[in-house]
Structures are given as C-alpha cells and as structure tokens.
Nanobody, 124 residues
C-alpha cells in the first residue's frame, strides 16, 4: 500500500475534521496529490489537489473555501482540513497521486495511485 488515508469519523454539521494521507513507502516527487470523495450512489468526485512541491493547490468550486489541502513533504503526508462541514460532505474520502502535470489535477482518470478511503459522516 503506497497511500493510506485516515482521520475520518462522525462529526456534527458545522464541525471540522482533518484527514491525513500517508505516503510513507515512497515519495511522489513531481506528482500531484489529490483528495476525492464518493457519496453513496454517486460518482467519485474531485475535492482538492496539491503539487508535491506545495506551490499550487486546486479545489472543487463547490467547496466554497471550506477545505484546505496541504503537504508535509519531509513526512510524506498530505492533509485535508475540512471546516464548516455539511451533511452533503458525507462520503468516503480517498487520497490519490497523479504522475501527470498540474494541468490535469482535477481529472480523476489521471490518478494512478489510490488509497483505501476513509469515511466521513456529517450529521445534521
């Protein structure tokens, strides 16, 4: 397993959670690291992405600025800080890595490596 997501759980609407993605078995230099989510009965969707350098970040428009992606390269960790959570944020969240450039950061098909997912449940 090259990517492992953790930090999911049950939170009330308006609360916060921070998801973590460990890439401890390898470094993904030159890759774009992304978070995706999949709600029950829906297709998996892009949430946020960040270049391995940390210089560029990308977000789904629907997030309205509530989420922040970050990277700690020395620890090979990627984080997703989620604030003001809403019930519609309930989903399994996946971290992934794409060897394609940042121009494709939002395209799920460009991601070659996937973690197992962590469940976030937001109660109303």
């Amino acid at each position: 397993v090259q990517l492992q997501a953790s930090g999911g759980g049950l939170v009330e609407a308006g609360g916060s959670l921070t998801l973590s993605c460990s890439t401890s078995r390898r470094a993904f230099g030159g890759h774009v690291m992304g978070w995706f989510r999949q709600s029950s009965g829906k297709v998996r969707e892009f949430v946020a992405g960040i270049t391995w350098s940390g210089d560029d970040t990308y977000y789904a428009d629907s997030l309205e600025g509530r989420f922040t992606i970050s990277i700690e390269r020395r620890e090979k960790m990627i984080y997703l800080q989620m604030n003001n959570l809403k019930p519609e944020d309930t989903a399994v969240y996946y971290c992934a890595a794409s060897p394609w450039g940042s121009a494709y950061a939002t395209e799920m098909k460009r991601y070659s490596y996937w973690g197992q997912g962590t469940l976030v449940t937001v109660s109303s």
